[in-house]
Structures are given as structure tokens and as C-alpha cells.
């Protein structure tokens, strides 16, 4: 195990909260950061968050506070943990405070809704740094509540620098927590992202009453315009193939703890997106990012169906049903558009 002094874990979320658990128990000291002092308060009292994480006793190793300067002070590790679209505000307050060796470790699964950058280019950005040699981004399936009661999880690391990638897998590593490293970090963060537009979608889906086919298409053709837009911008398509491609497609669309995938349900049932994210009570990271990405789809001139009509059902008042139709309706197509020299295969087939 790494020896690690200090960790800070900022934003005390479900997935904060988990992170913060799982870090403790792997032997570091974590101070937790809560913006609001309420929060603080009764999770320092109840050694749980019963917000965002119940049911999960915090180890005596965590501490809780909100004071940026006094949580970050002599960590070598700070786990960004907040939403994205609080990625960039939370990042500058931290950064005067940052000790100078301190690991960047970013959790935040979306795309930035202005400026359309995903979270490593934030990071680049506003923090004035030359590369990422000390930022990685962390994902993958993994939801808080099962993290948080050590059940079986396997992740994602990623740096373009293999020192920083392998870090950070041996800080999380533990016997319920399984650690892969990948370099493809626009990949990984597009997987990250993009997949909850896919769970935004097989909620309505589950919400209209429609079946296992549906999910499984929408699931399958998603992922095909996730790594369409993914290539055009410049990711590996086999990490899509990979835990923070399609292994958190299917664990955020298909699992009852997902916060997209319940945001759909409550909007196929027939609430607005506004009373969908009210109900839900935590972070609908989708709804956000399928602006991003319906943006960057139309930039880049890459076809996103999905994309497109949960655009029009989350910011335009289109129907979900009426959306439905659009998709199934659209004209006739190959599966796979990529391939190249398509009719010559055919031909042979045919002669
Ligand atoms: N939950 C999960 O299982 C997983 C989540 N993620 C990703 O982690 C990120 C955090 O999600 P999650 O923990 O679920 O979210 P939650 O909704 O559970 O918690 C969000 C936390 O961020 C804080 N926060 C919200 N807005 C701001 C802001 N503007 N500035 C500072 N803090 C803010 C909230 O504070 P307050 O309570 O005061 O509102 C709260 O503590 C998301 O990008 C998500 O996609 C990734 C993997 C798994
Ligand atoms: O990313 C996640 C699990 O890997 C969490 O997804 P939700 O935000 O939809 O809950």
C-alpha cells in the first residue's frame, strides 16, 4: 500500500463520502470537506451520512470539516469529488491552498456545459499546468452504495502518465476494489460522461413500461454514437470496450441506484426534467451534458440520435413518446458505419 500521509476528498456527496470510507479503511487519514456546515455537523456527530450515503459508518480516521484551507493542508492526494459543473469554482479555491506535490484525483463524471471541456481540460485550464503528470481521472461502474458496503467493484485510473495512473490504482486498490489502468484519459472521460445521457434514456424507457428489448438497444446503439463522438474526438474506441465505456453503460442504465436512470423514470412517467431532478435529490449528471454533447455532436458533424431527442425531451418540452417515434422512425441504416469497404464484403457474399 502507498504510504500516504493525508488525503482530502472535497464534496461530501454519496460518491465523496464512499471515497472518503473506502480510503480510510485502506489505512490513510482523510479529512472530508462539506460546504454547508449543517452537513459537517451531523455527519461528524452520526460517523455517517445519512444524506446522501446512509447506512455506512464512517471510520474514526475521517475527518469532516468545511474549512478548504484546513482540510487540504499537507495532503498528497485530493479527490475532487464534487459535481462537474462545481468542478471548475471548487478547483480554484482549492489551488492557492494545493500543497505543491499534492496528486489531483478528479471523480466528476460530465462535461462542462459553456464551455463544453471535459474535466482534465478544466483542470489544465484553470489551473495554468503544462500537463496532467499530476492529475488523474478516476471512474468506471461504481456506485457509492455499493463502494460504500465493500461489495465487489472494478475501475478505471487514467493519466497519459503511466506514474500517475499506477499511483493512484495502488492508493484505491483493496480486496473489494479492483484497480485497472488506462492512458486513454479522453476516453475514459467521455465514457464517463456520455453514458448518462444512455441512462437518462433507458429510465424513460423503464418509465413508458417498454421492455429489456428497448433498454438493450438503446444501450447498444448509444454506445455506438458514445464512441462515434468519442474517436472524432480524438479517444481510443477500444476503451469504450472497457470498464469506463460500456461496463458503466450498463451499470448506471440498468441499476436502481442510478441517479440518471431514476431522473428517466420519473420523466417517462410523466414529469417535467425540472420535477424528475427535484425528486431524485441528488446530481443528474446527464441532463447537463446531453447539452454539452448535442452541441459538440452538431461542431464536429457527428451523428447522435439518442443525443439528440433527449435534447429535445430535456430542453425543448418534446414528448418522450413523440421521441420514441422519432428514433424508431428514422430512415433505414448499417449498424456499423465504420467499416470500411462494407459493399465490397457484401458483394463477395452475394457472388
Ligand atoms: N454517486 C455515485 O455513485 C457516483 C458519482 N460519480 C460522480 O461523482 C460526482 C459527484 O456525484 P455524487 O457524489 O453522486 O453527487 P451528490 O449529489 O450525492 O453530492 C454532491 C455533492 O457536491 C456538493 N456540491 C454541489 N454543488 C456544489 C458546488 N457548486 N460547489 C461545491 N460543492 C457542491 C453537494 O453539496 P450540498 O450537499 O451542499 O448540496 C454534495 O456534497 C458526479 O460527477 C457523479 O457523476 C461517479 C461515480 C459514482
Ligand atoms: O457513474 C455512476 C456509477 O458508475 C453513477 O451514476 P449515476 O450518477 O446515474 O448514479
Redesign the pocket.
Known sequence: MVAVEKAAV?????????LAVHLARNGHAVSLW???AG?AETIGAARENV??LPGVKLPETVRVSTRLEEVLAGSTVVVF??????FR??LAAALALLPAEAVVIN????LEEDSLQRMSEVYLQESGAADLARYVTF?GP????E?GRNLPTAVVASSPFASAAEFVQELFMSPSLRVYTNPDTVGVELG?ALK?IIALGTGIADGLGFGDNAKAALMTRGLAEITRLGVRLGANPLTFGGLAGVGDLIVTCTSR?S?NRRAGIEIGRGRTPEEAQAAV???V?GVRTTRAAHLLSRIHGVEMPITDQMYRVLFEGLSPAEAVKHLMGRGRTREIEEVAGFDVWWSRKRS
Request: aromatic share 4%; hydrophobic share 35%; no cysteine.
Open positions: 472535497l464534496g461530501a456527496g454519496s460518491w465523496g463520502t464512499a462539506a460546504r454547508r452537513l444524506q446522501y469529488a464534487v459535481p462537474s459543473h462545481a469554482g471548487t471523480v466528476a463524471k460530465g471512474s461504481s456506485h457509492a452504495e463502494v464517463g448518462n441506484h441517479r435529490r441528488m446530481v449528471e
